[in-house]
């Protein structure tokens, strides 16, 4: 005797109910890796804009408009606390490629610039004998680079 199948009872591919609300593991991993880049830049586009961005201080002009230096300070985790000098040409923005920095000294500090001659930049930095400059460039293109550090509690320059 032959059996005869209840097709009503038999389910295809398209008939059957679809799990709702799962999505595939390739997806949660893809979403997961998009949100967590979208964190981390925002993170450090925050770090680099807010905390860790070289802030101006002073600035000057060589006599002959030729070149600028600039006085910066930086200070946030985990960029490190230091003045800088950096010198450029007059033309180009404080971010090109072109300005170098010839001066870096650990720490906030009482940092003043101003051009000796056409092509010959000052670094006067008060009260900072005591401490050991990070850089200190003598020569950058066709300036020379002069630091005079001064005491004001013994009223002697070096």
């Known amino acids: 005797m032959a059996e005869t199948l209840d097709h009503s009872r038999l389910q295809t591919a398209e008939s059957r109910p679809r799990k709702r609300g799962s999505l595939p593991l ?54 490190r606390n230091a003045t800088f000098v950096s010198v450029r040409p007059s033309l180009s923005s404080p971010n090109s490629r072109e300005a ?5 000294i650990d720490g906030p500090q009482g940092v003043g610039v101003f051009w000796s001659g056409e092509r010959e930049l000052t670094v006067v930095c008060v009260a900072c004998g005591h401490h050991m400059y990070a850089q200190h460039e003598e020569r950058w293109r066709d300036v020379a680079v002069k630091v005079v550090s001064y005491d004001a509690d013994s009223d002697n320059s070096r």
């Open 100 to 104: 170098r920095d010839v001066f870096v």
């Open 26 to 79: 390739v997806a949660v991993a893809v979403v997961t890796a998009t949100i967590t880049a979208t964190v981390v830049g925002l993170i450090a586009f925050i770090a680099l804009t807010y905390g860790f961005a070289k802030r101006p201080i002073s600035a000057a002009t060589s006599p002959d408009k030729q070149y600028t230096a600039a006085v910066y300070q930086r200070s946030g985790f985990p960029a």
